[in-house]
Structure formats: structure tokens, C-alpha cells
Nanobody, 120 residues
Framework: QVHLVESGGGLVQAGDSLRLSCVAS?????VGWFRQAPDKEREFVAG????????FYADSVKGRFTISRDTAKNTIFLQMDSLKPEDTAIYSC????????????????WGQGIQVPVSS
């Protein structure tokens, strides 16, 4: 069993930066960040293997978002720079036993989600 808790969300303006945190309890899993905008399906944003090496990203955030992991503290971060209004969504972290996957159906555990509204 893995318990995930996100923090760090809040209203920002376009061009701002924000860092989300996800604290994971239990064994180390591969972790991904996902987001769901109003009236849209949940989509993959960024992923990190259990060791934190070789992160991978959705094309829409590549170059602007950075995922990192503090394995000692079991915390996964999502640094979001140059935010755009289209980044507005509920962001969730999730844990999977499958590495290198952006398929939300392969993630077994989910945090409660946190809102990130980006104003223009």
C-alpha cells in the first residue's frame, strides 16, 4: 500500500513558477504526475523511476517542467516554470509498479489532487 499526499498548489499568473510536492509513504514506486483540466481527460505530465534517474515528460511541458525526487525523504517534486493558462488543472501524483509508463491505467495509487489555476 502506498499513500500519496500532494502540496504546493495555488493561483498563479501566466509566466510564474510553482513547485508541487508529493510525499509518498510505503515502498518506493515509480511515480508520475498527471493533470486533469475541466471537461478533459486526465493526462500524463511527467514521470520518475523509483531511483529518480532519467525522468520523462509529456511534449506539452517538456522544457518548462522538471520532475525530481528526494529518495531519502520519499518526496517527488514537480517544478513548473513559464506557466500558461492552459496548464490550469488539478494535478495528482500517482505510483506505479511499471517503470517508464505514461499510461494512467497502470498507476495503482493516487493522491487526492491539488488545484493549480493559472490566470492570463
Amino acid at each position: 500500500q502506498v499513500h500519496l499526499v500532494e502540496s504546493g498548489g495555488g493561483l498563479v499568473q501566466a509566466g510564474d513558477s510553482l513547485r508541487l510536492s508529493c510525499v509518498a509513504s510505503g515502498r518506493a514506486y515509480h511515480v508520475g504526475w498527471f493533470r486533469q483540466a475541466p471537461d478533459k481527460e486526465r493526462e500524463f505530465v511527467a514521470g520518475s523511476t523509483s531511483t529518480g534517474s532519467q525522468p520523462f515528460y509529456a511534449d506539452s511541458v517538456k522544457g518548462r517542467f522538471t520532475i525530481s525526487r528526494d529518495t531519502a525523504k520519499n518526496t517527488i517534486f514537480l517544478q513548473m516554470d513559464s506557466l500558461k493558462p492552459e496548464d490550469t488543472a488539478i494535478y495528482s501524483c500517482a505510483a506505479s509498479q511499471v517503470p517508464w509508463t505514461n499510461n494512467r491505467h497502470l498507476y495503482d495509487y493516487w493522491g487526492q489532487g491539488i488545484q493549480v489555476p493559472v490566470s492570463s
